[in-house]
């Protein structure tokens, strides 16, 4: 399981203290960190941390760089029945919460969303609001996603028009052979879960085709 958060401090560290008992933590885990330049934008410091091995259907609760708020996380069954929530297109409107309300009220274990996240369109800011829009659940649940044509920001000299996307949300693709962070695959209670790029390439002489 894969934690990210962003820290304005350069210097924070990039740890996850977690247990199964809220304010003891009797795990750690150390990750790695990142951060991308957009135009006259510069982010915060992006940390993915991947905690684990974790029990299946189990809360635990959890800490990123040793201090802020406790967050609480259940993770999914090893087996069937299994819950996943569906649905694309959040963006930051008047309707966000209230998909997000009809998502959370499901109970699921697993959420996939498959492209169209922050609508952001090349405004930088607008990542950081849906990253803080979305944490009371993104911190609680599985979150798996992938990209659609709103997280392609092409611009003039911009040599990687996935660099808001990639940076901040890593998905396990080296897990699963992928080379790139636009597919991948994973196991989750017996179900195999594909999550293909359409914005990468897929002709038969891709590497996603390939894959």
């Not at 951060?35 to 993915?48: A, Q």
């Not at 299946?56 to 929530?85: D, M, S």
């Not at 009809?102 to 609001?129: N, T």
Request: glycine share 8%; hydrophobic share 30%; proline share 5%.
């Amino acid at each position: 399981m894969r934690i990210t958060w962003i820290t304005d401090d350069k210097h924070s560290p990039s740890f996850v203290e977690y247990g199964t008992l809220s304010g003891r933590y009797d795990s750690i885990s150390e990750g790695e960190y990142t951060s991308y330049n957009y135009l006259l934008y510069s982010s915060g410091k992006i940390h993915h941390t991947v905690i684990g091995p974790l029990e299946y259907n189990a809360v635990y609760f959890y800490r990123c760089g040793g201090q802020g708020p406790e967050f609480e996380l259940k993770t999914p069954p090893a087996q069937f029945p299994i819950t996943f929530a569906v649905a694309g297109d959040l963006g930051q409107t008047g309707w966000t919460k209230s998909t997000l309300d009809h998502i959370d009220r499901c109970k699921y274990d697993v959420y996939l969303l498959p492209g169209d996240l922050s609508y952001a369109d090349c405004m930088q800011h607008l990542w950081d609001s849906f990253g803080r829009l979305v944490e009371p659940l993104a911190s609680a649940r599985p979150w798996m996603v992938t990209q659609g044509n709103h997280e392609e920001e092409n611009i003039l000299l911009l040599t990687d028009e996935f660099v808001s996307y990639n940076s901040r949300w890593k998905m396990p693709f080296k897990e699963s052979g992928s080379t790139s962070n636009l597919y991948y695959s994973f196991e989750v209670a017996g179900v195999h879960v594909i999550m293909l790029g359409s914005y990468a390439d897929y002709d038969e002489y891709s590497e996603q085709y390939r894959w």
